[in-house]
């Protein structure tokens, strides 16, 4: 409540105070020994569900407790529909019941138990596995369950292609990257795995499997590229038996090399599961034994994704060290200060990567390194999320102190920054430049998420960065180039779309927080639409929500969901950014908040409010609950003491 000068209540002014200081001692309770958080991260069961799978390829020993206990996860997360959703409530999704299915069944579950029997009836209702997309019929053909016939060809020829070739490694994202390489040398061995199970998953197939062709076209691809492209896979399909035999040894030779300079100790080849684990399966084909050094590494940090408890278990798909501990010091700066947030940012400050170019450098070879990747250790592939994230948070730290022990990391980052600016203006997440579109339409981009383009997210946080550290229109070129770029690509309702948190609720609260900092008017048109989209989708309980089903390609607007805790912060720090703490719908969504904290300072949120592939793969922040609500309380509580009421900061 307010009184007629405007500033909070006596009594409302206590509770909010309670309220962020049981959420500030929740969160630093979670901080680790040395400084740090880390929170879990979840996604769909199809992780979980290819460990599984990992480990009978590989024919390691069964560990029948922890299979046990991702099978007991398996069957928590199947949907009322029978089959495995890609977000918590969410659609069928064919390949994740189709890799759920197969590991329960080679975990031991009976075909006739009612929950397989459910599965196996909503992927037969839907026309059968053959409309699993193209990763899983990879898996699937490791498995035989599948010809090879059934999967793009995959020449590993590819390593040696020339950069100005139409198809080249370094023309598509980090993620496919480094997927792909292990995968090219497993499709030129066409291994089987060594379990000698047996076990085959015929039953959800309305054909026989082995007669199962190519895929057909997805739905973001266009039929003139898609049909070159096919064209292209039929004659390599032909020629590819006749290549040289010194060639093909060269490229798998190369392959390797890629791969064990990036190995990156037990955090993995990318840092993330799927190369993590096609690099195992590659050793495997190459008949290096379980011990061999590199094999052994790379199998161990697929261990290190595990998450294990008292009665389930699952696979993480990467850990998020850097972005939950750069995010909960900037909740912990807005509720208490720099003392607060000072063991995160110091564990945060050795971590800059200033040493090694990564595979960013190929289009920028004369930019220094300078950023902060997402996980404990990827120095190949920074990010610039991470990277704006954590300057903004030292710089305020600094503004504090007024000390200049983050100086020189917040100057390297900055650089390197600037220096990743796409030509169109935007920034991408970890490659620059990486506009090659065409590329989506090949039969192995079934997902469409081949590339790393610039996006709204990204770009907005570069340019709160940079507005943050006093740069605007008038005196950068590259802030000016990122704010034409965010004109541009404004929605007619006034949202802007969201790559790496859903939705247009993350990506509008990312922009209008970035065209605050750099000094938009907030009586700007492009403000004043934004606004009015958030006041006009806030939920009758005060709250945001936004379901994954608004990355549809037949974009429609807004599809809404049941309030979160952590959409529902994005849509209060994206108004106060754009000056609108005095709006009823602020105090309406600060009530919110308030009113839905557990006893012990948090919020529960089991829905999945991030994206790994709009359409494909969704992430479930496990720490997204414990740090925004919080950090948007407390710019609250600062905004409603203060005459301008003008957020200061970046975000």
């Not at 990879?138 to 020339?162: H, K, N, Y």
């Not at 084909?285 to 052994?296: F, T, W």
């Not at 006893?599 to 089991?606: A, I, P």
């Not at 609950?625 to 950090?631: E, H, I, R, V």
Request: hydrophobic share 45%; net charge negative.
């Amino acid at each position: 409540m307010r009184s007629d000068t405007g500033t909070l209540d006596m009594k409302a002014d206590a509770a909010l105070e309670a309220s962020i200081g049981s959420a500030t001692h929740a969160l630093l309770d979670m901080r680790r020994p040395d400084g740090h958080w880390v929170f879990e991260l979840e996604a769909d069961c199809t992780i979980p569900a290819e460990y599984v799978l990992l480990r009978h390829f590989l024919n390691e020993p069964v560990d029948a407790m922890l299979e046990g206990k991702i099978a007991n996860y398996l069957r928590r997360v199947q949907g009322a529909h029978g089959g495995w959703p890609l977000v918590h409530d969410g659609a069928f999704d064919m390949s994740a019941t189709v890799k759920a299915y197969f590991a329960l069944k080679v975990i031991g579950d009976s075909v006739d138990a009612p929950h397989m029997a459910r599965a196996r009836e909503a992927v037969r209702s839907r026309g059968g596995a053959i409309h699993s997309n193209v990763f899983t019929r990879f898996l699937l053909a490791m498995f035989g369950v599948l010809t090879w016939r059934s999967v793009p060809v995959l020449p590993v020829e590819i390593m040696l292609l020339p950069m100005w070739s139409p198809f080249h490694l370094n023309k598509i994202s980090y993620w496919a990257r480094t997927t792909m390489v292990p995968l090219l040398v497993l499709a030129a061995l066409k291994p089987r795995p060594r379990s000698a199970s047996g076990v085959g998953i015929d039953e959800l197939f309305l054909q026989e499997p082995h007669s199962v062709g190519m895929t057909a076209k997805a739905p973001h691809q266009s039929w003139g590229w898609f049909l070159l492209f096919r064209s292209i896979d039929g004659i390599l399909r032909v020629i590819e038996p006749f290549f040289p035999k010194k060639l093909r040894a060269r490229a798998i030779d190369s392959a390797i090399a890629f791969i064990e300079e990036r190995l990156n100790g037990e955090d993995g080849l990318g840092a993330i599961y799927p190369p993590m684990a096609n690099a195992v399966m590659m050793y495997e084909a190459l008949g290096k034994p379980a011990d061999y050094p590199p094999r052994a590494l790379a199998r161990r940090g697929l261990d290190r994704l595990l998450v294990v408890g008292e009665h389930e278990a699952y696979c993480q798909p990467c850990v998020s060290p850097v972005w939950d501990t750069a995010l909960a010091c900037h909740a912990l700066l807005e509720a208490g200060g720099e003392s607060l947030a000072k063991q995160g940012l110091d564990w945060l400050l050795p971590r800059q990567v200033l040493d090694l170019k990564g595979d960013w450098a190929v289009k920028r070879p004369d930019v220094r390194p300078g950023g902060w990747a997402f996980q404990y250790n990827n120095a190949y592939y920074p990010d610039l999320d991470d990277t704006a994230v954590v300057v903004m948070a030292m710089d305020r730290a600094r503004r504090e102190t007024q000390g200049h022990e983050y100086d020189a990391a917040i100057s390297r980052g900055r650089e390197w920054i600037e220096g990743m600016q796409s030509r169109n203006g935007g920034w991408g997440a970890f490659d620059v430049d990486n506009l090659e579109y065409y590329l989506n339409n090949i039969p192995f981009s079934d997902h469409g998420a081949l590339l790393d383009p610039p996006t709204e997210d990204v770009t907005a946080r570069c340019i709160s960065m940079l507005a943050q550290l006093g740069e605007t229109v008038q005196t950068s070129k590259a802030v000016a180039e990122g704010v034409a770029y965010l004109r541009r690509t404004q929605l007619a309702e006034g949202s802007w779309y969201g790559r790496w948190g859903l939705n247009y609720v993350y990506g509008t609260w990312s922009v209008l927080c970035a065209l605050n900092a750099v000094g938009v008017s907030h009586q700007d048109p492009m403000m004043r639409k934004a606004v009015d989209w958030l006041v006009s989708i806030q939920n009758s309980d005060g709250g945001w929500g936004e379901d994954a089903i608004s990355y549809r390609l037949d974009y429609k607007g807004f599809e809404g969901a049941p309030t979160t805790a952590s959409q529902t912060a994005w849509a209060l720090l994206g108004l106060m950014a754009a000056g609108e703490v005095g709006n009823a719908a602020v105090l309406r969504g600060v009530e919110y908040l308030k009113g839905t904290q557990t006893e012990k300072g948090l919020w529960d949120e089991q829905r999945y409010t991030a994206t790994g592939f709009p359409r494909v793969f969704y992430l479930r922040y496990h720490g997204y609950s414990k740090f925004f609500p919080l950090w948007a309380l407390a710019r609250y509580r600062n905004l409603s003491s203060t005459n301008s009421r003008v957020v200061g900061v970046g975000m």
